[in-house]
Nanobody, 124 residues
Framework: QVQLVESGGGLVQAGGSLRLSCAASERTFSRYDMGWFRQAPGKEREFVGEISWSTGSTYYAFSVAGRFTISRDNAKNTVYLEMNSLKPEDTAVYYC?????????????????WGQGTQVTVST
Protein backbone atom coordinates (compact mmCIF):
# COMPACT_ATOMS: atom_id res chain seq x y z
CA GLN A 1 0.00 0.00 0.00
CA VAL A 2 1.45 3.32 -1.09
CA GLN A 3 0.51 6.42 0.82
CA LEU A 4 0.83 9.75 -0.91
CA VAL A 5 0.72 13.11 0.83
CA GLU A 6 0.52 16.35 -1.12
CA SER A 7 1.56 19.72 0.22
CA GLY A 8 2.30 23.20 -1.01
CA GLY A 9 -1.13 24.37 -2.06
CA GLY A 10 -2.46 27.78 -1.21
CA LEU A 11 -3.73 31.09 -2.47
CA VAL A 12 -1.76 32.92 -5.13
CA GLN A 13 -2.43 35.82 -7.46
CA ALA A 14 -2.73 35.31 -11.17
CA GLY A 15 0.70 35.22 -12.74
CA GLY A 16 2.25 33.82 -9.60
CA SER A 17 3.90 30.49 -8.88
CA LEU A 18 3.51 27.57 -6.53
CA ARG A 19 5.34 24.32 -6.05
CA LEU A 20 3.43 21.28 -4.93
CA SER A 21 5.11 18.29 -3.37
CA CYS A 22 3.94 14.72 -3.11
CA ALA A 23 5.71 12.47 -0.65
CA ALA A 24 5.35 8.70 -0.97
CA SER A 25 5.59 6.20 1.85
CA GLU A 26 7.31 3.41 -0.01
CA ARG A 27 10.86 2.92 -1.17
CA THR A 28 9.45 1.29 -4.31
CA PHE A 29 8.16 4.73 -5.27
CA SER A 30 11.00 4.98 -7.75
CA ARG A 31 9.40 2.24 -9.85
CA TYR A 32 6.10 4.02 -10.32
CA ASP A 33 5.13 6.50 -12.95
CA MET A 34 3.74 9.47 -11.07
CA GLY A 35 0.96 11.73 -12.21
CA TRP A 36 -0.72 14.93 -11.19
CA PHE A 37 -4.42 15.51 -11.64
CA ARG A 38 -6.79 18.27 -10.63
CA GLN A 39 -10.46 18.75 -10.02
CA ALA A 40 -12.21 22.09 -10.03
CA PRO A 41 -15.60 22.58 -8.37
CA GLY A 42 -18.36 21.14 -10.50
CA LYS A 43 -15.95 19.66 -13.01
CA GLU A 44 -14.52 16.27 -13.75
CA ARG A 45 -11.06 15.35 -12.60
CA GLU A 46 -8.55 16.08 -15.31
CA PHE A 47 -5.05 15.00 -16.12
CA VAL A 48 -2.31 17.58 -15.56
CA GLY A 49 0.92 15.73 -16.23
CA GLU A 50 3.02 12.70 -15.48
CA ILE A 51 6.60 11.57 -15.17
CA SER A 52 8.05 8.21 -16.08
CA TRP A 53 9.83 6.23 -13.39
CA SER A 54 12.25 4.68 -15.83
CA THR A 55 13.23 7.53 -18.13
CA GLY A 56 12.16 10.63 -16.26
CA SER A 57 10.32 11.78 -19.35
CA THR A 58 7.30 13.97 -18.81
CA TYR A 59 3.99 14.54 -20.52
CA TYR A 60 1.61 17.42 -19.93
CA ALA A 61 -1.91 18.40 -20.68
CA PHE A 62 -2.12 21.07 -23.35
CA SER A 63 -3.66 23.53 -20.88
CA VAL A 64 -0.55 23.54 -18.67
CA ALA A 65 2.28 22.72 -21.08
CA GLY A 66 4.98 25.35 -20.92
CA ARG A 67 3.80 26.61 -17.53
CA PHE A 68 3.97 23.52 -15.32
CA THR A 69 6.94 21.25 -14.72
CA ILE A 70 7.00 17.86 -13.04
CA SER A 71 10.13 16.48 -11.46
CA ARG A 72 10.97 13.75 -9.03
CA ASP A 73 13.57 12.98 -6.41
CA ASN A 74 13.62 9.21 -5.96
CA ALA A 75 16.02 9.45 -3.06
CA LYS A 76 13.40 11.46 -1.19
CA ASN A 77 10.41 9.51 -2.51
CA THR A 78 8.97 12.82 -3.66
CA VAL A 79 7.50 14.20 -6.86
CA TYR A 80 7.03 17.89 -7.51
CA LEU A 81 4.73 20.04 -9.58
CA GLU A 82 6.17 23.46 -10.31
CA MET A 83 3.41 25.79 -11.46
CA ASN A 84 4.22 29.13 -13.06
CA SER A 85 2.15 31.83 -14.72
CA LEU A 86 -0.87 30.63 -12.83
CA LYS A 87 -4.31 31.53 -14.08
CA PRO A 88 -7.65 31.64 -12.26
CA GLU A 89 -8.73 28.60 -14.29
CA ASP A 90 -5.95 26.62 -12.60
CA THR A 91 -7.92 26.80 -9.37
CA ALA A 92 -8.63 23.24 -8.26
CA VAL A 93 -7.76 20.53 -5.81
CA TYR A 94 -4.56 18.93 -7.05
CA TYR A 95 -3.88 15.26 -6.55
CA CYS A 96 -0.81 13.17 -7.10
CA UNK A 97 -1.13 9.54 -7.99
CA UNK A 98 1.05 6.50 -8.53
CA UNK A 99 0.60 4.26 -11.53
CA UNK A 100 1.33 0.69 -10.60
CA UNK A 101 0.06 -1.12 -13.69
CA UNK A 102 -0.20 -0.56 -17.40
CA UNK A 103 -2.02 2.63 -18.17
CA UNK A 104 -2.86 5.08 -20.90
CA UNK A 105 -0.79 8.24 -21.14
CA UNK A 106 -2.80 11.30 -20.31
CA UNK A 107 -5.49 9.45 -18.41
CA UNK A 108 -6.09 8.07 -14.94
CA UNK A 109 -5.98 4.49 -16.19
CA UNK A 110 -3.53 2.47 -14.15
CA UNK A 111 -3.28 4.92 -11.27
CA UNK A 112 -4.13 2.94 -8.18
CA UNK A 113 -2.87 5.12 -5.38
CA TRP A 114 -3.97 8.67 -4.77
CA GLY A 115 -3.17 11.38 -2.30
CA GLN A 116 -5.78 13.36 -0.40
CA GLY A 117 -5.31 16.47 -2.51
CA THR A 118 -4.17 20.00 -1.89
CA GLN A 119 -6.15 23.12 -2.73
CA VAL A 120 -4.75 25.66 -5.16
CA THR A 121 -6.63 28.92 -5.54
CA VAL A 122 -5.58 31.53 -8.07
CA SER A 123 -7.11 34.96 -7.60
CA THR A 124 -7.53 37.63 -10.25
Amino acid sequence: QVQLVESGGGLVQAGGSLRLSCAASERTFSRYDMGWFRQAPGKEREFVGEISWSTGSTYYAFSVAGRFTISRDNAKNTVYLEMNSLKPEDTAVYYCAARTRTGVVGTAVGYDYWGQGTQVTVST
